[in-house]
């Protein structure tokens, strides 16, 4: 008898219909392994077996997709993006036949994300996959997805690949996220995934539908956890979040989905601005990049702070399957405790907890012994270490900031939402070389919008303009 | 070079047992710490164990206290406590051997000459079955030094009529820079060895390549296929191998070249894979190498499991120079029932797909092994 999750004693979480396998997927052969990892809901109780690729079996992943390079670029633009929109549909369908209730069940349990919220986002996913033309258009230096294929029609330079497959870590925070690899994919490149620790479930799921929608074998391989193999072997490296390991050349790696975003507040806001705004705190369960983090307030910091935490307090913490909730929590209670101190220590230093007095719920919360953290507004100085970061539930830090250092308290900003009458701060946010996005006048709470560039656009990085001679016939 | 003791591979008998239990536990003659513990137990195994069963129950280490005192000894005692004072006695040559030391200080063993020519004949009855050529060149990637993996595959190599390129490498210190947290300095030190790796393939005629498990996991993504293209065989050693990887390397990195595993511990001996057929599955599994020594797989109470099932390893070696009754290792495996080609050769319980816990669960150890 092996040793799995299965022979443990803890019994399965409700509705996961027992432990679910998921395996790793060398090209579209699933490989689960003698020993699989094990993945539980925080509290000992076994989610799934997770397949287990070796270092050997990345390098074979690592070849083949070298190999399926061309294979994919060889592929009409019709028959190409016609096929991720049948993945995309096939996706959808086992959503909408509740086949994939075990699936989301996991993934709710796993990464702490409302039921709905998670079901949502997959279903996100199926929806940017099925648009993936649009999206590839819009990065194109043409304006055409024929570019990908063709290398362009310009008589000086030919857009070609940099790289013949890409390495695409898959963080865990909310599945929309695995818009990136797909874009990589619908590129036309052989993607080398690997899953982190708390969702191994929407890749494969979205690698599923691929394959069964005749996606060209090992197009795409997963891997679930560290790949050390296909970080070496992948040409190209896309990796979430801004700690690169060690042994990537900075070349070869992008960084991914990281950053922290901000608004400005300015005179005169809109009435329904504090609605969006926590709209946009709330966006993923408050674990996106894009989700406001900091409030950079001209005016009166305390007014504002106050708006912010009665919109916060119409979200409050409800359980995980239920439809309305919108607070994640942290399977892990350590990880929701530490970060708890981290804001009790800036209230012992003089924050304001602004939505405590809103709610009276304190900040730390246990629904049914699952550990979460009441979602936050906090008024503070903008030299707290808390102003600018992000935490990954909505926690939004307020500061009042004289217009003179508003933009300087920007910079390092994945997003800047102004609203109101800045006094032209638009136009020097957008000339500051630390904010990416700067989004003013009704498009303030734009969010991600894969069309728009996003720490550039991906295609700028799979791609590059050579001198090739006599041209696009080469 | 003494003769081996012409017992080709076969069951244990009751006669075996009763012979290593008369020179072991020889009042006179026997060995000083199983004489030691004999009477500290108060079993009196000379009179009282007759049979295989017998030394089970009498003889076998028991875990907890007995066999950490046996561990410790092993690490601390001279070599000479472990061995029977006629066969040293006897003056011949006696291997001593180190583990790891991956649970702490090295453990000390001995191979005596005529086990390490009985393990030389029967390590060619495997290699033979596997089709590993003879009179080829070896490359032995692993620890040299005081692991006896090192000695041994020189002495394969040599005796099938090749000459052995060697790549030393010190798990010992690997261990260190995990544990301590150097990361660069362990991927340093991995890198060092593929060079010299590369520096040896790029310059002599190889054709057999011996490898620890997780090195030849790397073997291709560090070196390519192509400088290897002349290696007829793969032989490999350390922790686990899945199937996976062994269809991997059977099928794209070496099509058509025989990859043979060997298991064992550097102080009790080694154990041959099966030859490989399609029913395998890819799952590796090892013929114990009785008489000289026999791998049970036992359940938390010390019960063989039944076939099919996973168990902790426990071992035991017979041999002139060393008696190991019963240890418990931390590896566990499947118990596998002899089938196939090689069944009726070796008709005793077989092992399959050992692995060691603390390599694949949890607080993975990040080694070379």
Request: aromatic letters at 8%.
């Amino acid at each position: 008898m092996l040793t799995t999750a299965a022979g443990t004693a803890s019994p399965a979480v409700p509705g996961t219909g027992g432990t679910l396998d998921v395996p790793a997927y060398s090209g579209s052969r699933p490989v689960m392994s003698n020993r699989p990892g094990r993945l539980d809901d925080g509290a000992g109780r076994p989610l799934a077996r997770l397949g287990n690729a070796g270092r050997l079996v990345q390098f074979g992943m690592a070849q083949e997709a070298e190999k399926t390079a061309r294979v994919l670029r060889g592929i009409d633009d019709d028959a190409w993006f016609g096929l991720l929109r049948d993945a995309a549909g096939r996706l959808t369908a086992r959503l909408d036949g509740g086949e994939l209730g075990p699936w989301l069940r996991a993934l709710s349990a796993a990464t702490g994300l409302p039921l709905r919220r998670a079901e949502r986002g997959v279903r996100t996913v199926a929806e940017d996959l099925g648009r993936m033309e649009e999206i590839l258009a819009a990065q194109s230096p043409d304006g055409t997805v024929s570019a990908y294929r063709t290398g362009g029609g310009d008589p000086r330079w030919s857009w070609r690949p940099a790289g013949r497959s890409v390495h695409v870590r898959v963080p865990d925070n909310f599945p929309t996220i695995g818009i990136e690899w797909m874009q990589a994919l619908a590129a036309r490149r052989p993607v080398l995934l690997s899953t982190s620790a708390r969702d191994p479930f929407t890749a494969v799921l979205v690698t599923e539908a691929l394959y069964a929608a005749g996606l060209p074998d090992n197009a795409v391989s997963l891997v679930h956890g560290d790949a050390p193999a296909l970080r070496r072997l992948a040409d190209q490296v896309l990796w979430p979040g801004e700690e690169v390991p060690g042994d990537l050349p900075p070349g070869k790696v992008k960084t991914y989905h990281y950053g922290r975003s901000r608004a400005l507040v300015g005179d005169g806001v809109p009435k329904d601005a504090w609605e969006r705004l926590a709209r946009e705190a709330f966006a993923g369960c408050g674990r996106l990049c894009t989700n406001i983090s900091s409030l950079v307030v001209l005016g009166d910091a305390q007014e504002a702070a106050g708006q912010l935490a009665r919109e916060f307090a119409d979200r409050p913490v409800l359980p995980l399957d239920d439809p309305s909730a919108s607070v994640p929590a942290f399977p892990d209670r350590a990880v929701r405790d530490a970060l708890a101190t981290r804001v009790e220590r800036e209230i012992a230093a003089g924050a304001v907890d602004v939505t405590a007095a809103a709610t009276g719920v304190p900040l730390r919360v246990d629904l049914d012994g699952v550990a979460y953290l009441r979602p936050t507004v906090l008024l503070l100085d903008a030299g707290s270490p808390l102003f600018g970061t992000e935490l990954p539930f909505p926690f939004t830090a307020v500061a009042h900031v004289p217009r003179s250092k508003a933009v300087a308290a920007c910079a390092g900003s994945l997003i800047v939402s102004v609203l109101g009458e800045t006094g032209g701060l638009v136009r020097a946010l957008a000339e500051e070389p630390g904010v990416d996005k700067v989004f003013g006048g009704d498009d303030f709470d734009r969010g991600y919008d894969p069309r728009d560039p996003h720490e550039g656009y991906l295609a700028d990085f799979l791609f590059k303009k050579k001198a090739v001679l006599p041209g696009a016939s080469a | 070079m003494p003769r081996p003791s012409e017992t080709v591979l076969r069951q244990i008998t009751d006669d075996d047992v009763r012979r290593t239990v008369r020179l072991h536990l020889d009042p006179r003659h026997g060995t000083p710490y199983w004489l030691e513990r004999d009477r500290r137990l108060g079993t009196n195994a000379l009179e009282k164990v007759q049979s295989f069963q017998d030394a089970v129950s009498l003889l076998g280490l028991t875990d907890g206290a007995d066999q950490m005192h046996y561990e410790e000894a092993s690490r601390r005692t001279p070599l000479e406590n472990f061995v029977p004072r006629s066969v040293l006695g006897e003056r011949g040559a006696l291997w001593a051997a180190q583990t790891g030391g991956t649970t702490g200080p090295a453990k000390h063993g001995t191979w005596g000459a005529r086990y390490w020519a009985d393990i030389l004949e029967f390590s060619d009855e495997f290699l033979d079955l596997h089709g590993v050529p003879r009179n080829t060149n070896w490359l032995f990637v692993g620890p040299m030094g005081p692991h006896t993996t090192g000695r041994l595959v020189v002495a394969f190599a040599e005796r099938r009529g090749g000459m052995c390129f060697s790549i030393d490498l010190d798990p010992r210190i690997v261990k260190i820079f995990g544990e301590e947290g150097m990361t660069a300095a362990y991927d340093r030190y991995v890198r060092h060895i593929w060079d010299q790796v590369e520096e040896v393939v790029r310059s002599q005629d190889i054709g057999v390549v011996f490898c620890t498990s997780r090195l030849l996991d790397m073997l291709p993504e560090r070196l390519g296929t192509e400088p290897l293209a002349g290696v007829r065989a793969i032989v490999h050693a350390g922790t686990t191998m899945e199937p996976d990887a062994h269809r991997e390397l059977r099928e794209e990195v070496f099509p058509g070249v025989p990859v043979v595993g060997m298991y064992g511990t550097s102080t009790t001996g080694i154990n041959w894979q099966k030859p490989f057929e399609a029913e395998d599955g890819h799952r590796v599994v090892y013929v114990p190498c009785r008489p000289h020594v026999a791998l049970d797989v036992i359940d938390e109470h010390g019960a063989e499991v039944p076939y099919g099932e996973e168990g902790r390893v426990r071992v035991w070696r017979l041999t002139d120079d060393a008696l190991v009754p019963g240890f418990l290792e931390r590896d566990r495996a499947r118990r596998v029932r002899p089938y196939g080609v090689a069944a009726e050769r070796y008709p005793w319980p077989w092992l399959g797909d050992p692995y060691s816990p603390e390599f694949t669960e949890g607080r993975r150890v990040e080694g070379v092994y």
